[in-house]
Protein backbone atom coordinates (compact mmCIF):
# COMPACT_ATOMS: atom_id res chain seq x y z
CA UNK A 1 0.00 0.00 0.00
CA UNK A 2 1.33 3.62 -0.55
CA UNK A 3 -0.40 7.28 -0.09
CA UNK A 4 -0.16 8.91 -3.21
CA UNK A 5 -1.33 13.08 -2.82
CA UNK A 6 -1.39 15.34 -5.97
CA UNK A 7 -2.52 18.82 -5.79
CA UNK A 8 -2.17 21.89 -8.14
CA UNK A 9 -0.67 25.43 -6.97
CA UNK A 10 -1.75 28.32 -8.58
CA UNK A 11 1.78 29.32 -8.89
CA UNK A 12 4.73 28.81 -11.37
CA UNK A 13 6.53 26.14 -10.36
CA UNK A 14 10.01 28.08 -9.63
CA UNK A 15 7.77 29.70 -6.57
CA UNK A 16 6.61 26.60 -5.56
CA UNK A 17 10.16 24.41 -6.12
CA UNK A 18 11.73 27.27 -3.69
CA UNK A 19 8.82 27.15 -1.11
CA UNK A 20 10.34 23.50 -1.17
CA UNK A 21 14.26 24.49 -0.98
CA UNK A 22 13.81 28.19 1.03
CA UNK A 23 13.97 27.80 4.85
CA UNK A 24 11.87 30.49 5.29
CA UNK A 25 9.23 29.85 2.66
CA UNK A 26 9.43 25.96 3.99
CA UNK A 27 8.80 27.71 7.58
CA UNK A 28 5.43 29.58 5.99
CA UNK A 29 3.03 26.52 5.26
CA UNK A 30 4.93 23.23 6.86
CA UNK A 31 2.70 20.98 9.34
CA UNK A 32 -0.66 20.62 10.04
CA UNK A 33 -3.89 23.29 10.41
CA UNK A 34 -2.76 25.61 13.30
CA UNK A 35 0.59 24.06 14.03
CA UNK A 36 3.75 26.30 13.16
CA UNK A 37 7.34 25.76 11.97
CA UNK A 38 10.27 27.12 14.33
CA UNK A 39 12.67 25.61 12.33
CA UNK A 40 13.69 24.30 9.09
CA UNK A 41 17.82 23.36 8.50
CA UNK A 42 17.56 22.29 4.68
CA UNK A 43 20.19 21.02 3.19
CA UNK A 44 19.10 20.96 0.07
CA UNK A 45 21.63 18.60 -1.44
CA UNK A 46 21.96 15.59 -2.74
CA UNK A 47 22.98 13.54 0.70
CA UNK A 48 22.38 16.50 2.52
CA UNK A 49 20.13 16.37 5.67
CA UNK A 50 17.46 18.50 6.55
CA UNK A 51 15.83 18.93 9.80
CA UNK A 52 12.41 20.34 10.96
CA UNK A 53 9.98 20.84 13.73
CA UNK A 54 6.22 21.31 13.57
CA UNK A 55 4.79 22.92 16.63
CA UNK A 56 1.30 22.07 18.06
CA UNK A 57 -0.92 24.65 19.18
CA UNK A 58 -0.36 23.27 22.98
CA UNK A 59 3.78 24.06 22.41
CA UNK A 60 5.14 20.67 21.99
CA UNK A 61 7.69 20.23 18.94
CA UNK A 62 7.26 17.43 16.81
CA UNK A 63 10.95 17.46 14.86
CA UNK A 64 11.88 14.86 11.85
CA UNK A 65 15.32 14.72 10.15
CA UNK A 66 16.01 12.86 6.76
CA UNK A 67 18.79 12.94 4.07
CA UNK A 68 18.11 14.35 0.48
CA UNK A 69 18.47 10.85 -2.39
CA UNK A 70 17.25 12.59 -5.27
CA UNK A 71 17.30 16.09 -6.64
CA UNK A 72 16.21 17.13 -10.28
CA UNK A 73 15.85 20.39 -10.49
CA UNK A 74 12.41 21.70 -10.79
CA UNK A 75 10.99 18.03 -11.24
CA UNK A 76 11.77 16.06 -8.50
CA UNK A 77 13.02 15.67 -4.68
CA UNK A 78 13.05 11.98 -2.81
CA UNK A 79 14.48 11.91 1.03
CA UNK A 80 14.09 9.34 3.71
CA UNK A 81 12.22 11.05 6.22
CA UNK A 82 12.35 9.76 10.39
CA UNK A 83 11.13 10.83 13.63
CA UNK A 84 13.78 13.17 15.54
CA UNK A 85 14.57 14.30 18.51
CA UNK A 86 15.86 18.41 18.45
CA UNK A 87 19.35 17.26 17.77
CA UNK A 88 17.92 15.61 14.77
CA UNK A 89 18.93 11.93 16.14
CA UNK A 90 16.41 9.30 14.89
CA UNK A 91 14.16 8.58 16.86
CA UNK A 92 11.01 5.26 16.95
CA UNK A 93 7.68 6.71 16.51
CA UNK A 94 7.22 5.83 19.99
CA UNK A 95 8.82 8.85 21.27
CA UNK A 96 6.32 10.86 19.98
CA UNK A 97 3.52 8.34 21.78
CA UNK A 98 2.96 6.55 18.69
CA UNK A 99 2.92 3.02 17.65
CA UNK A 100 5.73 1.16 17.39
CA UNK A 101 4.93 -0.44 14.01
CA UNK A 102 5.69 2.79 12.49
CA UNK A 103 8.70 2.09 10.44
CA UNK A 104 12.42 4.01 11.67
CA UNK A 105 12.57 5.17 8.29
CA UNK A 106 10.53 5.72 5.13
CA UNK A 107 11.22 7.68 1.74
CA UNK A 108 9.11 9.94 0.14
CA UNK A 109 9.61 11.48 -3.38
CA UNK A 110 7.67 14.94 -3.84
CA UNK A 111 7.26 15.76 -7.98
CA UNK A 112 6.38 18.43 -9.42
CA UNK A 113 5.02 19.25 -13.25
CA UNK A 114 4.19 22.48 -15.20
CA UNK A 115 0.58 22.58 -15.29
CA UNK A 116 -0.51 26.00 -17.45
CA UNK A 117 1.15 27.91 -15.89
CA UNK A 118 -0.02 26.07 -12.45
CA UNK A 119 1.99 23.74 -10.56
CA UNK A 120 0.86 19.84 -9.99
CA UNK A 121 2.37 18.37 -6.94
CA UNK A 122 2.45 14.25 -6.34
CA UNK A 123 3.86 13.17 -2.99
CA UNK A 124 4.19 9.59 -2.87
CA UNK A 125 4.97 7.07 0.23
CA UNK A 126 5.90 4.05 -2.00
CA UNK A 127 5.41 1.54 0.84
CA UNK A 128 3.56 2.48 4.12
CA UNK A 129 4.19 -1.47 5.58
CA UNK A 130 4.07 -0.78 9.42
CA UNK A 131 1.17 2.03 9.21
CA UNK A 132 -1.76 1.43 10.59
CA UNK A 133 -4.83 3.02 9.00
CA UNK A 134 -5.16 5.38 11.22
CA UNK A 135 -2.10 6.60 11.20
CA UNK A 136 -2.33 6.77 7.41
CA UNK A 137 -5.61 8.47 7.34
CA UNK A 138 -3.74 11.13 9.65
CA UNK A 139 -0.58 11.14 7.35
CA UNK A 140 -3.18 11.92 4.81
CA UNK A 141 -5.19 14.73 6.17
CA UNK A 142 -1.48 16.52 7.95
CA UNK A 143 -0.52 16.69 4.32
CA UNK A 144 -3.24 17.70 2.94
CA UNK A 145 -3.47 20.54 5.51
CA UNK A 146 0.55 21.45 5.23
CA UNK A 147 -0.77 21.51 1.14
CA UNK A 148 -3.78 23.95 2.19
CA UNK A 149 -1.05 26.19 3.77
CA UNK A 150 1.42 26.18 1.30
CA UNK A 151 -1.75 27.56 -1.44
CA UNK A 152 -2.02 30.32 0.90
CA UNK A 153 1.44 30.94 1.23
CA UNK A 154 1.98 31.22 -2.44
CA UNK A 155 -0.75 34.05 -2.61
Given at each position: ?E?????????R????W??WT???????????????C???????K????????????????????G?????VQ??????????????G????A????M?E????E????I????????????L????TE???????D?????W?Q??D??AQ???
Open positions: MLIITRIFDACDRVKADPEMFMKWWGPKYFSPLANLDFVGGKYLVAMRSPDGKDFFSTTYREIMEKITVTDSFADEKNTVPSYYGGTFPRTKVTTFEDHDGKTKITNYPTGIDATMLNMNQGNSFKLSLK
